[in-house]
T-cell receptor, first 109, second 113 residues
Framework: QKEVEQNSGPLSVPEGAIASLNCTYSDRVSQSFFWYRQYSGKSPELIMSIYSNGDKEDGRFTAQLNKASQYVSLLIRDSQPSDSATYLCAVNGGFKTIFGAGTRLFVKA | ETGVTQSPTHLIKTRGQQVTLRCSSQSGHNTVSWYQQALGQGPQFIFQYYREEENGRGNFPPRFSGLQFPNYSSELNVNALELDDSALYLC????????????FGEGSRLTVL
């Protein structure tokens, strides 16, 4: 079983719609959870971090964490073509941060 | 505030050669982590350096080694290069005891022929 699992996609949504990205993790002692955005040919960029159960909102982005279900999600409201990228879920439970394989998101204009 | 910088950005080596990649951490950050990202995959943790010592290691063989210097900059060395070592090598800096947020450099793309 992979430590951090994501649907590889691609996930295609129309402009203005809500994009929903999901992630599960296996290590129950994980403490910190992150979403990174990676444009093609570029390095990952941190967009959201969440540390406790519930929702955290930042602009058009909402991260959701459910530690009992070992589940993290990212919602992108009013999706824009510029949101087209790979979204990496990452989990930290100690000295290292483990990444999922990423979900490719396409936002159609 | 200066960000994370990596060099070189691109390089081509042949199988069996050795390579050194360099990273300068973001100002104020004392921890450097190295990741390998193959095409279409997520970043894979290689190792982390804190206070000039290896602080943790992923599932990579000993021919992957590193250093951290007193100014927190770091090097990744790979000996006896194999074709499968072709990847984007990412350096990320962070603050020990902080939130765990990683800040990445632009990466070094290594091609092994």
């Amino acid at each position: 079983q992979k430590e951090v699992e994501q649907n590889s996609g691609p996930l295609s949504v129309p402009e203005g719609a809500i994009a929903s990205l999901n992630c599960t993790y296996s290590d129950r002692v994980s403490q910190s959870f992150f979403w990174y955005r990676q444009y093609s040919g570029k390095s990952p960029e941190l967009i959201m971090s969440i540390y406790s159960n519930g929702d955290k909102e930042d602009g058009r982005f909402t991260a959701q964490l459910n530690k009992a279900s070992q589940y993290v999600s990212l919602l992108i409201r009013d999706s824009q073509p510029s949101d087209s990228a790979t979204y990496l879920c990452a989990v930290n439970g100690g000295f290292k941060t483990i990444f999922g394989a990423g979900t490719r998101l396409f936002v159609k204009a | 505030e200066t960000g994370v910088t990596q060099s070189p950005t691109h390089l081509i080596k042949t199988r069996g050669q050795q390579v050194t990649l360099r990273c300068s951490s973001q100002s104020g950050h004392n921890t450097v982590s190295w990741y390998q990202q193959a095409l279409g995959q997520g970043p894979q943790f290689i190792f982390q350096y804190y206070r000039e010592e290896e602080n943790g290691r992923g599932n990579f063989p000993p021919r992957f080694s590193g250093l951290q210097f007193p100014n927190y900059s770091s090097e990744l060395n790979v000996n006896a290069l194999e074709l499968d070592d072709s990847a984007l090598y990412l350096c990320a800096s962070s603050l020990a005891g902080g939130t765990g947020e990683l800040f990445f450099g632009e990466g070094s793309r290594l091609t092994v022929l």
